[in-house]
């Protein structure tokens, strides 16, 4: 008879999501991920929709979303746990604050809902608390891990996007113009055989393909939500095409202290490291052999 309790308990603690408080602690998480293909974030000010594109994540349809810390994501959709129940009283206060501090996330599968819930933080940023559907909330955590969840929920649309501004690697381009205003540029083309410069016949593949990994690998430092105060022409155009016919242009300038900054598609400005730049800054000589 006492056997038969033991195995009983053991089974029931085994298989049982709930815990021994009264809730599921399992229940913000997914354990399958692999069907995902939308994840939405909203908040009171901005919404960020990340979509699945291919094999690529994209924000809000617009801009390549940072594959880092979308991994980072799904591994919080993962492995998130409701640690404990909180208290009446700050169940209280927390209801009343989520109105203008929640952050709604929703995790689709082909516009099916896998999981659903609201995310909110105390006041100095180290706790990360969750709402459910039915009111209930609780704090939550990644065990093993002491991790912030609610700070990565907090990042606006320019957090999200990817600093690499071709959002490629050079394996995936077409066609490459430079453009100078002072002097002659060159173009960088695709074909069967291989890539080429145009117009050299002994090319230094070496030198070329290094040139490709600047491009590919060329990072923001940062986007700007204004225009800044550049001074003169700018001193370099480039125009980068890749095989999906995906067009991208970034034209650079300088302001009085010397500070680099980028135009990308003619729409929107950032800056970039001075090095990142000279880098780029080749005559078409500079490839010949």
């Keep these: 008879m006492l056997l038969g309790l033991i195995i009983v308990t053991f089974i029931t603690a085994y298989y049982n999501p709930s815990t021994n408080d009264g809730f599921d602690k399992s229940q913000f998480s997914l354990t399958n991920t692999e069907l995902v293909d939308r994840i939405e974030i909203e908040g009171l000010e901005e919404k960020n929709i990340l979509t699945l594109s291919g094999r690529q994540w994209k924000l809000n349809n617009e801009f390549?979303?940072?594959?880092?810390r979308v991994n980072d994501l799904f591994g919080i959709i993962e492995k998130i746990s409701a640690r404990r129940k909180v208290s009446d009283i700050e169940k209280e206060k927390l209801l009343t604050a989520s109105i203008k501090n929640s952050i709604e996330v929703h995790v689709f599968a082909q516009d099916e809902v896998l999981l659903k819930y609201k995310i909110m933080e105390n006041e100095k940023k180290t706790i990360t608390y969750l709402?459910?559907?039915?009111?209930?909330?609780?704090?939550?955590?990644?065990?093993?891990?002491?991790?912030?969840?609610?700070?990565?929920?907090?990042?606006?649309?320019?957090?999200?996007?990817?600093?690499?501004?071709?959002?490629?690697?050079?394996?995936?381009?077409?066609?490459?113009?430079?453009?100078?205003?002072d002097k002659q540029g060159f173009n960088i083309f695709y074909d069967p055989s291989g890539y080429y410069v145009d117009n050299i016949q002994e090319l230094d593949t070496a030198k070329m393909y290094d040139y490709l990994e600047q491009i590919s690998f060329l990072q923001v430092k940062e986007?700007?939500?204004?225009?800044?105060?550049?001074?003169?022409n700018n001193q370099l155009d480039i125009i980068v095409q890749d095989a999906g016919t995906?067009?991208?242009?970034?034209?650079?300038?300088?302001?009085?202290?010397?500070?680099?900054?980028?135009?990308?598609?003619?729409l929107e400005w950032a800056t970039f490291k001075s090095k990142d730049v000279e880098k780029l800054m080749k005559s078409r000589e500079w490839f010949i052999k």
């Design 131 to 181: 709402l459910n559907d039915e009111g209930e909330i609780y704090v939550g955590n990644i065990p093993g891990y002491n991790y912030h969840i609610a700070k990565l929920f907090n990042l606006n649309s320019k957090g999200w996007r990817t600093n690499y501004v071709f959002a490629s690697n050079w394996t995936t381009l077409e066609k490459m113009e430079i453009f100078y205003p």
């Design 64 to 68: 390549m979303a940072d594959l880092v």
């Design 246 to 266: 995906n067009t991208i242009s970034l034209s650079f300038y300088k302001d009085k202290e010397g500070n680099q900054y980028g135009l990308i598609d003619s």
């Design 223 to 232: 986007f700007l939500d204004s225009e800044p105060e550049v001074v003169g």
